[in-house]
C-alpha cells in the first residue's frame, strides 16, 4: 500500500511539474511579446482574451493545425527527431529542480521536486548540454547551406559558453561543499549585519553571477547572442527548413531552457526559495517558500526580455571573442580567488 501511494505521489508530481513548466513556457512567450511591445512602444497581444492573455492557446492550436511541410532533399529521421530531442531534453531537466521544502501529500513526506539527488546540479547541466545534438542535428539533417550554417554556429556557441558557465559555478560549489541543490540553498540561509541576505551573489559571487548571465544568454541563444537564428544572413538558422509543430518545438525547448536557467540562477545565486520573515499558520508558511522562488524567477526572466529589446546583436567573431578571450579567463580568475578566500577561512 506505502509503495502504491509513493507511485501515487510521484506521478502527481510528474504530471503538475510538466503542467507548470509548459504553462510557464507558453506565457513566458506572452510577457516577452508584451514587454517588447511597451519597449517599442506598441501593445503586444490584445485581441485574444483579456490582455491577449489567450494568445498562447490561439498560437498552439494554430501550430497544430497548420500545413506540415517535409521538404524533399532533407534526411527525413533525423529531420524529424531533431525537434523532439531539443524539447525533451528541456524538458527532462526540471525533475531534479526544487521549488521549495519538503511537503506532506497523502501521508508520505516528499520534496517539492520530481527527485532529490545529490548531485542535482551535474544532472541539469548534464542533461541541458546535450539539447546541442536537436540544434546540430535539425543544421545538418535539413541538407541546407543556411541550416548547416545556424547548426554549426550553434554547437561552436554552446560548447564554448558552456566551459565559462561551468567554471563560474565551481566557486558557489566550493562555498557549499556540495552538489545536491537543497544543500546549495539551505547554505544561504539567514542574514549577516542583520539584514543582508546570505545569497551566493552578495558573498562574493556577483562575477560569477555576471559570468553565469552572459553565458546563460549564450546557450539559450537568446539576443544578443542568437547568431544560430540570424536572420539577417542565415534566414533562420538552423530551423529555416521547419514548420508547423517541429517548428513550434524548437521554441519551446528555447524558453523551457531559459526557465531552466532561471530556476538555477535563483538556487545558485538568488538564495533559492528563501525570502523575507515566514509567519502566519502551516498552510502559509508552506506557500511562502514556492511565492518567492517564483517571484525570483519571474524577475531574471524579465531581465532576460529586457535585455532582448534593448541590446543590438553581436557579429560572430566578437561572440566567439568575448566567450574565449574575457569570460574564460574571468571565470578561472573568479575560481582561484574564491578557492583562495575559502581556504584562508577554513
Not at 493545425?65 to 532533407?74: A, Q, T, Y
Not at 564554448?160 to 562555498?175: A, K
Not at 526557465?259 to 540562477?265: F, G, N, R, Y
Request: proline share 5%; aromatic share 14%.
Amino acid at each position: 500500500m506505502t509503495l502504491s501511494v509513493f507511485i501515487l505521489v510521484s506521478v502527481i508530481k510528474i504530471v503538475v511539474a510538466l503542467g507548470i513548466l509548459l504553462t510557464a513556457v507558453a506565457y513566458t512567450v506572452w510577457l516577452e511579446r508584451k514587454v517588447v511591445g511597451h519597449i517599442q512602444n506598441r501593445w503586444g497581444p490584445t485581441r485574444v482574451g483579456p490582455f491577449g492573455l489567450l494568445q498562447p492557446l490561439a498560437d498552439g492550436v494554430k501550430f497544430i493545425f497548420k500545413e506540415d511541410l517535409l521538404p524533399p532533399h532533407v534526411y527525413k529521421p533525423l529531420y524529424i527527431a531533431a525537434p523532439m530531442i531539443a524539447l525533451i531534453f528541456a524538458l527532462t531537466s526540471i525533475s531534479v529542480i526544487p521549488i521549495g521544502n519538503w511537503v506532506t501529500v497523502l501521508g508520505i513526506h516528499t520534496p517539492l521536486e520530481i527527485t532529490d539527488v545529490n548531485i542535482g546540479l551535474l544532472i541539469v547541466l548534464g542533461i541541458t548540454s546535450l539539447g546541442v545534438y536537436g540544434v546540430a542535428l535539425a543544421g545538418w539533417s535539413s541538407n541546407s547551406k543556411y541550416s548547416l550554417l545556424g547548426g554549426l554556429r550553434a554547437g561552436a556557441q554552446m560548447v564554448s559558453y558552456e566551459i565559462s558557465l561551468g567554471l563560474s559555478l565551481v566557486g558557489v560549489l566550493i562555498m557549499a561543499g556540495s552538489f545536491n541543490l537543497r544543500e546549495i540553498v539551505d547554505a544561504q540561509s539567514g542574514t549577516f549585519w542583520g539584514f543582508i541576505p546570505r545569497w551566493n551573489i552578495f558573498q562574493g559571487q556577483i562575477v560569477a553571477f555576471f559570468i553565469y548571465l552572459m553565458a546563460a544568454y549564450a546557450e539559450t541563444n537568446r539576443i544578443p547572442f542568437d547568431l544560430p537564428e540570424a536572420e539577417t544572413e542565415l534566414v533562420a538558422g538552423y530551423h529555416t527548413e521547419y514548420s508547423a509543430m517541429k517548428f513550434a518545438m524548437f521554441f519551446m525547448a528555447e524558453y523551457a531552457n531559459m526557465i531552466t536557467v532561471a530556476c538555477l540562477a535563483t538556487l545558485l545565486f538568488l538564495g533559492g526559495w528563501n525570502g523575507p520573515h515566514r509567519f502566519g499558520p502551516p498552510l502559509l508558511q508552506a506557500v511562502l517558500p514556492v511565492f518567492w522562488f517564483a517571484v525570483k524567477i519571474f524577475a531574471f526572466l524579465f531581465l532576460y526580455i529586457w535585455v532582448r529589446g534593448t541590446l543590438p546583436r553581436f557579429r560572430y567573431d566578437q561572440l566567439m571573442a568575448f566567450g574565449w578571450k574575457f569570460l574564460l579567463p574571468l571565470a578561472i580568475a573568479n575560481l582561484v580567488i574564491t578557492a583562495l578566500i575559502v581556504a584562508l577561512r577554513a
